[in-house]
């Protein structure tokens, strides 16, 4: 008899532990205040938004922040910290309505760079900033917390490293982390979008490039560097690569479509 109780015990303990650790999904209880001020502060892109767009981005960003847990590893999770991976989530999706992350339910986020062990001490391989989850750690999104803090303070370098990882979970939602995110391609345009991939990938790894050369690394790289680019420094990308500028516009701002031959103009 006795046995039993302390098997029941230890039951009741492990289902009250799970149930306090891991609330149910799809609900997280911590509440974010969301500041404008402090948004039009610190995210660039918010802070070029109209007064209704604001709202609507608040809206989205609040959203986020309800339905993905954000969990620190080896770190404190602050508002601050939030926030900013709610905005990095937001960006690249804005102009599409009711366009949700269904691969994603965790935020990883780490102090600093991981190696491929997931440690952030100790070792000089630490060369990982972001990454998205695979295996056991399918449907999560990991993240440095130094690395996500710079990519919005410097707003000038072309790289954001949350952004970057946002756009690969938006590349795999047709299955594949191929650089050609096919939801956001009409099929006329997904070959002429290889094809400038491959053009510019040469250039990059020829050193007539700005294009941080991690995009020659293979498409899928190619696609989440470019796209930093494109939400950092848009003025930039539209004078240097007038013809990547248009084809992610036109993905970004809600598809491409057979009146948005953005490809055919002339690049430099």
Do not use: C
Not at 46 to 53: G, H, M, P, Q, T
Not at 211 to 226: D, Q
Not at 234 to 247: G, R, T
Request: charged fraction near 25%.
């Amino acid at each position: 008899m006795i046995p039993f109780l302390i098997l029941l015990a230890i039951a009741l303990f492990a289902v009250y532990f799970f149930t306090a650790m891991y609330p149910k999904k799809g609900v997280v209880t911590t509440v974010t205040p969301i500041d404008p001020a402090w948004l039009i502060e610190h995210v660039l892109f918010y802070s070029e938004l109209d007064a209704d767009n604001r709202k609507r981005f608040e809206q989205k960003l609040s959203a986020f922040l309800t339905k993905v847990r954000i969990t620190g590893v080896d770190t404190p999770v602050s508002d601050t910290d939030r926030l900013l991976i709610g905005a990095a989530a937001i960006i690249p999706i804005f102009h599409f309505d009711n366009w949700e992350y269904p691969n994603l339910r965790e935020v990883l986020l780490y102090s600093d760079s991981i190696n491929m062990d997931f440690e952030t001490k100790g070792h000089a391989d630490r060369n990982i900033l972001g990454m998205v989850g695979t295996g056991p750690l399918e449907g999560s999104l990991l993240l440095s917390k130094h690395a996500l803090q710079q990519g919005f303070l410097n707003q000038t370098d072309k790289n954001n490293t949350a952004i970057h990882e946002f756009v690969h979970l938006i590349d795999k939602l047709d299955g594949e982390t191929d650089g050609i995110p096919e939801l956001l391609l009409n099929k006329p345009f997904v070959l002429p979008w290889i094809n400038l991939m491959h053009e510019k990938i040469q250039q990059i790894a020829e050193g007539e490039s700005d294009i941080n050369p991690y995009a020659t690394m293979n498409k899928a790289e190619f696609f989440a560097v470019a796209s930093e680019y494109f939400f950092e420094r848009p003025d930039l990308l539209a004078e240097k690569h007038p013809k990547l500028y248009a084809m992610l516009k036109g993905m970004f701002g809600g598809g491409l479509d057979d009146g948005d031959a953005g490809y055919r103009i002339k690049d430099t």
